[in-house]
């Protein structure tokens, strides 16, 4: 049983301190049992795992590095995985997850919890320490070298670089480095999201790693490990780290609960799709779960139902004792229990990673445009209906099906609140009618939340045309033309955003989402806050906005960035998300209210506008007569015979800036210069 705490307002750092009282009948779990399980029942199930894929089995025809170092890459990554989900989920508990004690000040709320942040740096030096071993071992097991051969330290020093899994596992690591050392020096919650946030991409960047199997489609499979790997973690580390704080947690132990129930919710709903979209890249068909790989995501499977059904059941029933007081020991015993199945389900996938698919990883004989850009080439889009192209890209399809529900879910919540406020209006005498049964009433509580259907309309709009744009012809050919990919990138940032920003999306968080007055970082804090930070107010203003824009537009096309857009998913994953978020603020900067501080006056609007459609004229006739063709190498490899003279395609990707860029400017003058005030209403501004 934990001990009984009160609060300390002395300490910024110590949140709560034990009250001495008789010792308990009964011992409680000890803080290190959780992640011990965790790692042990991962080494098991990982030993077995890959015993029976035959992954540990000397190689024949290639160097063998031999069994100590074949064994020690999957034992180690499961020890690497287990510490990089305890920091993960330690800094998500230091800046969302864990109250402030009850009547505390305002220094004290807003100060991060010592204890998740100095289990985060232990977890992230560990992290460390297993992402440097890792690549060590990738390495020589990738070179058939022993751990004791005078040649693998002059080679790991000239060829590490060159490898994907040792280059990513080194970034991961560094990732580890920066998220430790910022936790040891953390004090906010705000630095412990952030650190969070980084965490996760460190995580999230293994996916470039994964296998594919003989599929045309290497993207999705990066995009569904990753997403995989992000919720795993997520899922598994915050159960490890509840039941290591359990009874330092003390009183604040059921909303902490509570709130991780929320998220594991959506840990498992991105775990269980993006690992079924993962699998459908590894497996031809449904036979091949018969075979040894199989059998193992079979037992994956089996592992993610019942971890659904006992995180059901803590929903269920557990948390209802926890929020009363009672019930700890149960928690605690049934979470052990998630906690081995989870470090099982860690070893079984170190395992998978070791062990060749049903399929070949090789397709037998690629295309030019496959072995470049990782997609077959699309058809002459002469010769078919180009505008009904479409390859699904999954990530940002997700995005926007997610993007969509979110704010669906904060209409509703908003009305909502806006018809229970009226009530209890109502209730205390200030209306005369009853507002739960008469029409007028319905239409005073949506006209007080004053969300309009247009606002919505707007957001689904931008939704399913940035679903359009990436997976639809833009998407499809801008992988291997460089007119094409102008028109996607161009459409991301001028076209996309507008109806997005028209949709409000800040506002309706600020409606929608309840505040948190207990010092943690909930939806409404973490949306709210990062909108109306000063540096997004710095970025949003025309001026800043529009030469933020246009550099963003100028590195892209004069360095090398654009060839590593065209040839690698991380290139053009970057390309899209910055296009993308560049041009929210240049929209949030164009289409700004007259009244708002971050618009300026009239003239700044129009003359950023106006210089973006110079340099859109210049840009254009640069490309008509320049005898520079960009990104020359990537796309002179992919021998299309619908295109083969690259100076005419860039020709046409200058009439493409000029078709984008000149009515989108010339339709926000007209809207900014419409919403202006003039004569005395301008006066009275």
Known sequence: MSSPVRPDASAAGDDLRPVPRAPATRRSVPPAVAPVVAVVAGLVACVVAASSTGAMDPLVFVEDAGPLVRWSVPLVRVVHDVAAAVTVASLAFAACLVPAPARSGPRIRATAPTAPLRLAVG?????????????????????????????????????VWQIDATRIGLISGACAFVVATGAALA?????????????????????LASHTGASDDHETSVNAMGLHLVGATTWVGGLVVLVVLHRWLGERLGVTARRYSTLALAAFVAVGLSGV????????????????????????????????????????????????GVGQRAFVRLALGEVAVMGATFGVAAALSRSAPPVPEELPDPTPALAVTGFPAPPDPATVTWWATWRTDWLWLAVAVVAIGLYAAGVVAARVASARALVESHRDGSRAEPLEDSRAGRRRAQAVVGWSRLRTTSWVLGCLLLVWTTSGPLGTY??????????????????????????????LAERALASR????????????????SGVVGALTRPVVATVLLVAGLVVLHAS??????FTTHPGHLVMVASALAVGVLWATAMTAAPDSPARGPLRTVLLCLG???????????????????????????????????????????????????????????????????????????
Do not use: M, N
């Open 123 to 159: 977890a992230g030096f560990l992290w460390l320490v297993t992402a440097l071993a890792g690549a060590v071992l990738t390495f020589a097991d990738a070179a058939g070298l022993p751990l004791s051969s005078p040649a693998l330290v002059q080679q790991l020093q000239a060829l």
């Open 187 to 207: 004090r906010s919650r705000t630095a412990a999201a952030w650190l969070g946030a980084l965490a996760a991409a460190g995580i999230g960047v293994l996916g």
């Open 277 to 324: 979209l993962a699998a459908t890249t590894r497996l031809a068909s449904w036979s091949d779960l018969g075979t040894p790989y199989g059998l193992l995501i079979v037992v994956k499977s089996l592992a993610f139902v019942a971890l659904g059904a006992a995180g059901w059941w803590h929903r269920r029933s557990t948390l209802d004792g926890l929020d009363a």
């Open 478 to 507: 801008g992988r291997v033309s460089f007119a094409w990919h102008t028109a996607l990138l161009l459409v991301l940032a001028l076209v996309v955003p507008l109806p997005l920003v028209a949709g409000s999306p800040v506002r």
């Open 517 to 532: 007055d207990d010092g943690t970082l909930g939806p409404r804090e973490v949306v709210v806050g990062l909108a109306r």
């Open 560 to 565: 090398g960035l654009l060839d590593l857009a």
């Open 611 to 685: 210089a973006l459609v110079v340099g859109a004229f210049a840009t254009a006739a640069w490309l008509a007569r320049s005898s520079t063709i960009l990104a020359a190498e990537p796309l002179g490899g992919l021998d299309l015979p619908w295109l083969p003279d690259l100076a005419a395609d860039q020709v046409r990707a200058g009439a493409v800036i000029l078709f984008v860029v000149v009515p989108v400017c010339v339709l926000l003058a007209v809207v900014a210069a419409a919403r202006t005030p003039r004569g005395p209403r301008a006066r009275g501004r």
